[in-house]
């Protein structure tokens, strides 16, 4: 059996089935104790403490089923006094301090919400929701505890996230040579992107080759301060859904001034043209006929497409081209998008110099994006970033007892 719960430091007295009307119906209980080495000790420190009461008794922790029955521990949870730490709950070496369930169903767990979903976990292991964010984010933290993701930075991608209806927003920061996720924290705002530099210091700050970014001010600002080398970089995902916001606003004014109603219009004009479906080009084919505003609109975002494209010097000539064209469409929208833009044009040109391929830096903020979809079955925003570290922060995740 000692081999079967597979714990070092831990004596296990007795197994029973206990037969009951609790909602798994029969489960096993095996009834456990630390061994000399393990016993006596602080849960925070580790080290060996005087004994201080008994705590609230015996305790039980969820683990790993028994072929198809629910499995608990059941051990006494002394407290102990702690030089360093004070009054403490005795560490037990099955389990995290304040766990209620061990480290081999936790393990388990991490590794199944890092490659499957969440609703998947909870059906397979019989747990809540609840449950499983708790344990992500003890593990995470554990990892994080153990690594540096933070290490090596030289080219990183700065940007909000809304995870939840009334403007909740994460900032989120993506290594763009390998993807990961490295930081994240709720809020969007000085303040927090601040936390980030701390968290990275100086030196390291002192490191960073280039930053890109949305249009926001703020995190301009800030990189400016904490890392002036770094060169800022607009992020093209950001300002080709800028021309995209446009698209949707004259393709609505047109569509309905003119009474028409075309279900593929909206489609035909936001896909790639080469992704059109055969209803979509002939509605783009009639647009083209008979709406001027919505098809030079469409070409606008087209135009604007292929600046990142095409990039280097003939991406600033295709630019400037836009520039003109979209000051001379007579469509408000695009005349806006155009001051925006100029405003921004040192930025743009630095993206299409620098050449930064921000595909893995986006797959990581579209899998973000696709999991606050989620968000309602996080109950706190430091639930849903530990799911993020744990699905795309690099961490490494192992089954117990595999290598
Ligand atoms: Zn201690």
Known sequence: ???????????????????????????????????????????KCRRPCAGYDQGA??????????????????????RVSCPEHGVQVAHVPWARPGAKT???????????????????VVVLLRLSWRTVAAIVARVVADLLGRSDPMAGLVRIGIDEISYRK???????????????????????????????FTALGPERAGLLTHVTADGADWIHRVVAQ????????????????????????????TLAAAGVKDRNARWAVAKN???????????????????????????LKEQLRNVFAVKGQRGREVLAGWLSMARSSGLPEFLRLAVTIDR???MIWNTLEHNLSNAKSEAT?????????????????EALIAMGMLTRGGLRIVLPGRA
């Open 166 to 196: 009334g403007h909740r927003y994460l900032t989120c920061v993506v290594d763009h040579d390998t993807g990961r996720l490295v930081w994240a924290a709720p809020g969007r705002n000085t303040e927090t992107l601040g936390k980030f």
């Open 102 to 120: 061990t480290f081999l169903l936790e393990d388990v767990v991490a590794w199944s919400a890092a490659n499957m979903t969440v609703s998947a």
């Open 344 to 346: 921004y044009r040192r």
């Open 57 to 78: 008794g015996l305790r039980r922790w969820r683990t790993i089923d028994t072929g198809l029955l629910v499995t608990y521990l059941q051990a006494a949870a002394p």
């Open 273 to 299: 043209p080469s992704d059109l479906s055969v209803d979509q080009q002939a509605s783009l084919d009639g647009i083209r006929r008979s709406n001027s505003a919505l098809y030079t609109a469409y070409l």
């Open 1 to 43: 059996m000692q081999q079967v719960l597979a714990v070092q430091g831990m004596v296990v007295e007795d197994v029973t089935v206990e037969s009951g009307g609790g909602k798994f119906g029969s489960v096993v209980v095996a009834t456990v104790r630390c061994d000399y080495r393990t016993s006596g000790r602080c849960s």
């Open 226 to 253: 904490q890392a002036p080398q770094a060169v800022i970089c607009l992020d093209p995902f950001h300002v080709v859904a800028w021309a995209m916001k446009g698209l949707d606003k004259v393709r609505h004014r």
């Open 365 to 381: 903020n579209c899998h973000l994006r696709a999991l606050t979809k989620r968000a309602y079955g996080y109950h706190t925003p």
